[in-house]
């Protein structure tokens, strides 16, 4: 991220829930000048931090060593302001920026193989500053901007379904549209 200077951050940190404490952890790689616009996801024991900053860099961290290890770039275009989840041992990735171009393009990752593969494009137009999150075996984007700037944001939800690599339209937000939002699942919801 940011802190209002013009250099972006690469720290990182982790949060004991027990002692309502935070402990610095090893630096994320990549530009010495930091990223903005990152996605993260969790597969079993380990952390993925993919694109952010037009890259299409993932890497993955190991809580039990504290380190980073590069994985198998993104193959599409470079990215920031995407949107990423896992669903089981996938992780996703997909939306953002390029510049001045919108994407809507969507991905698949698997660690066993170190592989990405295309999936279906997100539909509903392209989209930007959009949240993503899981629940079961269905994921889901939520609100966005289908342009830059200060373009409205959204309020339709997209559900994407990997065992038929389909993206269907769920119930819309409650109120004005969403951008620059965060998401989380818990018990289902």
Same mark, same amino acid.
């Given at each position: 991220g940011d802190d209002g200077s013009p250099n972006?951050?690469? &720290?990182?940190?982790?949060?004991?829930? $027990?002692?309502?404490?935070?402990?610095?952890?090893?630096?994320?790689?990549?530009?010495?000048?930091?990223?903005?616009?990152?996605v993260g996801f969790s597969i079993?024991?380990?952390?993925?931090?993919?694109?952010?900053? $037009?890259?299409? &860099?993932?890497?993955?961290? &190991?809580?039990?060593?504290?380190?980073?290890?590069?994985k198998a770039p993104l193959p599409g275009p470079?990215?920031?302001?995407? $949107?990423?989840?896992?669903?089981?041992?996938?992780?996703?990735?997909?939306?953002?920026?390029q510049g001045g171009t919108i994407l809507d393009d969507f991905y698949?990752? &698997?660690?066993?193989?170190?592989?990405?593969?295309?999936?279906a494009t997100v539909g509903g137009g392209v989209r930007v500053y959009a949240a993503g999150f899981s629940i079961g075996s269905k994921g889901y984007i939520a609100g966005g901007a289908s342009s830059g700037g200060n373009a409205p944001g959204l309020v339709d939800v997209r559900v994407y379904d990997p065992a038929s690599n389909t993206w269907t339209a769920a119930a819309s937000l409650p109120g004005s549209g969403k951008r620059y939002s965060a998401a989380f699942s818990l018990n289902g919801k």
């Amino acid at each position: 991220g940011d802190d209002g200077s013009p250099n972006f951050l690469n &720290d990182f940190w982790e949060y004991d829930p $027990v002692a309502n404490t935070w402990a610095a952890r090893a630096g994320v790689p990549g530009p010495s000048t930091g990223r903005l616009g990152a996605v993260g996801f969790s597969i079993g024991s380990k952390g993925y931090f993919a694109t952010g900053s $037009v890259t299409t &860099d993932l890497l993955e961290y &190991d809580p039990a060593t504290n380190a980073w290890s590069w994985k198998a770039p993104l193959p599409g275009p470079g990215r920031y302001s995407a $949107v990423g989840f896992s669903i089981g041992s996938t992780g996703y990735v997909g939306t953002g920026a390029q510049g001045g171009t919108i994407l809507d393009d969507f991905y698949a990752y &698997d660690p066993a193989t170190n592989t990405w593969s295309a999936k279906a494009t997100v539909g509903g137009g392209v989209r930007v500053y959009a949240a993503g999150f899981s629940i079961g075996s269905k994921g889901y984007i939520a609100g966005g901007a289908s342009s830059g700037g200060n373009a409205p944001g959204l309020v339709d939800v997209r559900v994407y379904d990997p065992a038929s690599n389909t993206w269907t339209a769920a119930a819309s937000l409650p109120g004005s549209g969403k951008r620059y939002s965060a998401a989380f699942s818990l018990n289902g919801k």
